[in-house]
């Protein structure tokens, strides 16, 4: 167990001492030390070294796609103005109510995230739009943050694009389509869940009349209908494939023979899934609007540079689990736990994701670590691999923004801070999104228990 447990006590250490010179608190440092320590417990050799790290980022290699093709394409978006515009439409859908402003932020802080994949950015994209409006309602600081971290981290979970749900099914190698599927419920009820929490701020008040639209829903769809394509074309892709099974791809010329080559070629199998695909597609059509054609470059970069950071992360993570099943790591556990039950290994991996995301402020961290051990032995303990996975990705997105260290409550109070020109408390934050966060951890323990 030492080829375990060793490797894990370098994580933790690295990753939770901030005063180690240099290193202390690097993340990303102590899942490459993890790996690194792994190895050499156990038979380190150059063609062992090489094999885990293709074998790793093979593993992740549809995360890696999803969040690279994504953040590009949810650049081009914004250029295109197709955030801003949903949110102008869904304020109308809502009504000219605080409820109605509310609802209607939410959904597209959803939407958003649900595009870009990360919570950080969706906040980032649409917090800027709503921040002063939602404050012109006398709602606090940090219930304004609040709403917008949720907002964000509940679209990040949402599919199509949803690294987390995409993680999961990664580290145990099925499909992320079905997973996703149930995640679309799963989801939406934190949704529910949020906005009831959210409309007593606003209990008893009216719209300040500078905030009602003036234009009706009618005039702004005839002038922003063209923004829409790319996020139409992206939608029936994914409903078609989800919904009646058919892959629009493989029915092009030559499609299934490249989707085929693609998906049995490590590493590039990243590219076959068809969110990614779609993602693509999507952009690619984004390119026929001038907005978008004439400032590919900058879009491009722009779309790398805000999850370069996060790539780079799954990059470590991904060495970190090639390096543990070169090293025998696994199978070790495996074999440790046999005649544990499916409840006590479930209840073990909760308490232990919940304690890395706190720590770490990352559900790509605590998925990382957890779900290739404890993965393997709930599905031979009779839980279904898409329930085991679907737990997995609901219990750690609820655990990164538990307090005290939830990166993207920091990233967030920021941005109202800056806005309303005042401090704005992250724990206090992270406190008042609780209730959600223990509601991804609870559903993610009940599939674990009964999936």
Same mark, same amino acid.
């Given at each position: ?312 992360? @799954? ?47 990352? @559900?790509?961290?605590? @998925? ?84």
């Amino acid at each position: 167990m030492l080829v375990v447990v060793l490797p894990l006590i370098v994580l933790f250490t690295i990753a939770t001492v901030k005063t180690i010179p240099v290193i202390g608190g690097d993340v990303r440092i102590a899942l490459v030390a993890a790996g690194l320590t792994a190895w050499v417990m156990g038979e380190p050799s150059l063609p062992s070294l090489g094999a885990g790290i293709v074998d790793g980022i093979d593993t992740l290699a549809w995360v890696m796609c999803l969040s690279l093709f994504g953040s590009i394409y949810a650049e081009s978006q914004v250029r295109l103005g197709t955030m801003d515009a949903v949110l102008g439409v869904l304020r109308r859908v809502f009504g000219n109510s605080p409820r109605g402003l509310i609802a209607a932020t939410f959904v597209t802080l959803t939407l958003a995230g649900s595009l870009l994949g990360d919570a950080i950015a969706a906040a980032t994209v649409i917090g800027f739009l709503v921040i002063r409006a939602l404050a012109e309602l006398k709602i606090p600081a940090e219930a304004i943050a609040m709403m917008i971290l949720v907002g964000a981290s509940i679209g990040s979970v949402m599919p199509p694009i949803s690294q987390a749900v995409f993680l999961s099914a990664s580290l145990l190698e099925i499909d992320p389509a079905p997973v996703a599927t149930i995640a679309y419920a799963t989801v939406t009820g934190s949704l529910i869940l949020v906005l009831l929490q959210s409309f007593r701020y606003v209990r008893g008040r009216s719209l300040p009349v500078e905030l009602i639209p003036t234009e009706t829903l009618g005039a702004l769809v005839r002038r922003t209908w063209p923004v829409f394509g790319p996020l139409a074309l992206l939608a029936l892709i994914v409903v078609l494939d989800t919904g009646f099974g058919v892959n629009l791809f493989s029915l092009l010329p030559g499609g299934s023979t490249a989707l085929a080559f693609l998906d049995s070629t490590p590493i590039l199998r990243g590219f076959s899934n068809l969110v990614v695909l779609a993602i693509i597609a999507a952009t690619l059509f984004a390119l026929l609007y001038p907005t978008v054609g004439k400032n590919v470059g900058s879009i491009v970069v722009t779309g790398a540079k805000n999850v370069g950071g996060t790539l780079l992360l @799954q990059l470590c993570a991904g060495f970190m689990v090639g390096m543990f099943q070169v090293s025998g790591a696994i199978d070790t556990v495996a074999e440790a736990a046999q005649g544990l039950s499916g409840n006590a290994v479930a209840l073990g991996a909760v308490v232990v994701i919940a304690v890395l995301g706190m720590i770490t402020g990352s @559900q790509t961290t605590a @998925q990382t670590v957890v779900v290739p051990f404890a993965g393997p032995l709930l599905v031979a303990a009779g839980g279904g691999s898409v329930a085991v996975a679907l737990g997995a990705s609901h219990i750690a997105s609820g655990a990164q923004n538990l307090p005290p260290v939830g990166l993207t409550a920091f990233v967030v109070c920021g941005l109202v801070g800056a806005s309303l020109n005042q401090r704005v408390d992250p724990v206090k934050t992270m406190i008042l999104a609780l209730p959600n966060s223990l509601y991804f951890i609870v559903v993610g323990l009940l599939f674990w228990l009964f999936g």
